[in-house]
């Protein structure tokens, strides 16, 4: 039986789950399954199956347990008996393992996708120095305990940070499981910490050479352009006609803060009382324009994009609406032309998604997945990118 909510709390080393192709073959070729659901289905029973935590078997793949045994006794005190390394099956970019040992003490290491990647993306020296920079800033983040960069020793860069316990609300089954007060808390605290984050001093906590401070929008829409050439083996012409109509009405930028890059509900951990333990996932950090968070969420909780099912959606989380309105309570930032960020969004989730699906085909990512799952994440890109044009046209309607 499928995991609750319960079991996918942050001890998530007691879960057990069906393997991915057995979620996939019992729903696709369930008989009570309408044609419309089957038709989304699929990608949602290997989006539930990856984000469930699911254990790795006899070895593990990007883990050299010798070498990172005399890493770990070097940097972390009192370690007791063996190290267990676990994979978390739950991103679609950089690969993240529990490692524990005796006494069950937890910390959690991350580090790149096995096999090649873009240059620019997968930066382990970066994640951890945001992290780092954050500590004691108001905004909640795991401990990070070190950085290694001798790829001696992992065959690639990798860090290292405290566990957080906790609950990782994935999908609107973990979402419902929570009391409507918890989840209005959690909703809350969703946009209380991101506005936290936005009003951190770039500065004063040392990230202010983290990038350039201006042209936020103008260098995301160079980059995940190029990323996207980089990464995509087909063609998709929308990307490009989406990206030259974007350029040419990008917003002033207001102000310049720290962009998360991939702020959303699973990438937070919560806890018990409804309240942000931990922020997760800083691959995509920078500085820039801020608002394109508050976009991300929005473009996140709706449910055709296939890249969320819907946790947003159960009653007690805000509305999109209530997303604008809570995060305009907190910042002094004007929201009149969020729907252009929000086009964005889709946007930009098409070129992320679109190297996700290739790193997968290529069988790069360290886990076994079903074929017809992986091209569900290309047929998402197109939805997407349509997305990303009819917001687009809205947004110059308004304008």
């Given at each position: 039986m499928e995991p609750k909510g319960q079991l996918l709390q942050a001890d998530f080393l007691n879960a057990q789950v069906l393997p991915f192709r057995n979620h996939?073959?019992?729903?696709?070729?369930?008989?009570?399954?309408?044609?419309?659901?089957?038709?989304?289905?699929?990608?949602?029973?290997?989006?539930?199956?990856?984000?469930?935590?699911?254990?790795?078997?006899?070895?593990?793949?990007?883990?050299?347990?010798?070498?990172?045994r005399k890493w770990i006794d070097s940097h972390v005190d009192g370690v007791e008996g063996n190290l267990e390394y676990q994979q978390i099956v739950g991103g679609h970019s950089n690969l993240t393992y529990t490692v524990s040992d005796d006494s069950g003490r937890k910390w959690v290491l991350r580090r790149p996708p096995l096999g090649h990647v873009l240059a620019t993306?997968?930066?382990?020296?970066?994640?951890?120095r945001v992290i780092k920079a954050l500590e004691?800033?108001?905004?909640?983040?795991?401990?990070?305990?070190?950085?290694?960069?001798?790829?001696?020793?992992?065959?690639?860069?990798?860090?290292?940070?405290?566990f957080v316990d906790g609950i990782v609300v994935r999908d609107a089954e973990i979402a419902a499981a929570q009391p409507l007060e918890i989840r209005e808390r959690m909703g809350k605290s969703l946009l209380a910490t991101l506005a936290s984050l936005h009003s951190?001093?770039?500065?004063?906590?040392?990230?202010?050479?983290?990038?350039?401070?201006?042209?936020?929008?103008?260098?995301?829409?160079?980059?995940w352009k190029a990323q996207f050439?980089?990464?995509?083996?087909?063609?998709i012409s929308g990307v490009f006609e989406v990206h030259d109509n974007l350029l040419k009405n990008v917003p002033e930028q207001q102000g310049v803060g720290i962009v998360h890059g991939d702020y959303r509900l699973d990438n937070t951990i919560m806890t018990e009382t409804g309240e942000v333990a931990a922020v997760l996932d800083w691959e995509l950090c920078t500085l820039g324009d801020?608002?394109?968070?508050?976009?991300?969420?929005?473009?996140y909780s709706n449910n055709l994009t296939g890249m969320e099912t819907q946790a947003m959606s159960i009653e007690g989380f805000p509305t999109p609406s209530e997303v604008r309105s809570?995060?305009?309570?907190?910042?002094?930032?004007?929201?009149?032309?969020?729907?252009?960020?929000?086009?964005?969004?889709?946007?930009?989730l098409a070129?992320?998604?679109?190297?996700?699906?290739?790193?997968?085909?290529a069988g790069v990512m360290g886990s076994e997945t079903d074929n017809a799952a992986i091209n569900i994440f290309g047929e998402r890109v197109l939805l997407l990118v349509d997305l990303a044009d009819s917001t687009f046209k809205d947004f110059l309607q308004r304008k």
């Open positions: 996939y073959q019992l729903l696709l070729e369930s008989s009570s399954s309408t044609q419309q659901e089957k038709k989304f289905l699929p990608f949602r029973v290997e989006r539930s199956a990856f984000l469930h935590y699911r254990l790795s078997m006899n070895t593990t793949p990007g883990i050299r347990e010798n070498e990172l993306a997968h930066d382990m020296t970066r994640e951890y004691g800033s108001g905004v909640p983040v795991p401990r990070v305990i070190g950085l290694c960069e001798d790829v001696e020793v992992n065959d690639a860069p990798f860090y290292v940070m405290d951190v001093d770039v500065d004063a906590v040392g990230l202010g050479d983290l990038a350039r401070r201006d042209g936020y929008i103008e260098r995301q829409l160079k980059r050439e980089l990464s995509t083996n087909r063609e801020v608002l394109s968070d508050v976009a991300a969420i929005i473009a809570l995060y305009g309570d907190l910042s002094e930032r004007d929201l009149s032309k969020l729907d252009f960020y929000i086009s964005f969004a889709y946007w930009r070129c992320i998604l679109e190297g996700v699906y290739t790193r997968y085909a």
